[in-house]
């Protein structure tokens, strides 16, 4: 049974930096990413990363590239997002998820989020 569990949330000024991460409990993935949600919006893909078998892609939201850095611990089954020059408007509940399946990103596994909070 899959379960991805994040941390790393906060409250943060302006300007600084929070590093989200997400374990996975079991499996191994094609994709791996983040969204995030602000009350009363849609949630958005802010940054994903899909393993092939000699490495890795990573791409970005335009609203958040140059600032935010994915990465992933093979050894931990650990997904990282780390978030640097931090706004206002990237305060948002960060959700995690994974996909097991051959489709590109096809997510099928979430976790239960963590508020990010820049003021």
């Known amino acids: 049974h899959v379960q991805l569990v994040e941390s790393g949330g906060g409250s943060v000024q302006p300007g600084g930096s929070l590093r989200l991460s997400c374990a996975a409990s079991?499996?191994?993935?094609?994709?791996m990413g983040w969204y995030r949600q602000i009350p009363g919006k849609e949630r958005e893909g802010a940054a994903a990363?899909?393993?092939?078998?000699?490495?890795?892609?990573?791409f970005y939201a335009d609203s958040v590239k140059g600032r935010f850095t994915i990465s992933h611990d093979n050894a931990k089954n650990t997904l990282y997002l780390q978030m640097n020059s931090l706004k206002p408007e990237d305060t948002a509940i960060y959700y995690c998820?994974?996909?097991?399946?051959?489709?590109?990103?096809?997510?099928?596994?979430w976790g239960q989020g963590t508020q990010v909070t820049v003021s």
């Open positions: 079991v499996g191994s993935f094609y994709c």
């Open positions: 998820a994974a996909s097991d399946s051959p489709i590109p990103c096809a997510y099928n596994y």
């Open positions: 990363i899909y393993f092939y078998r000699t490495g890795a892609s990573t």
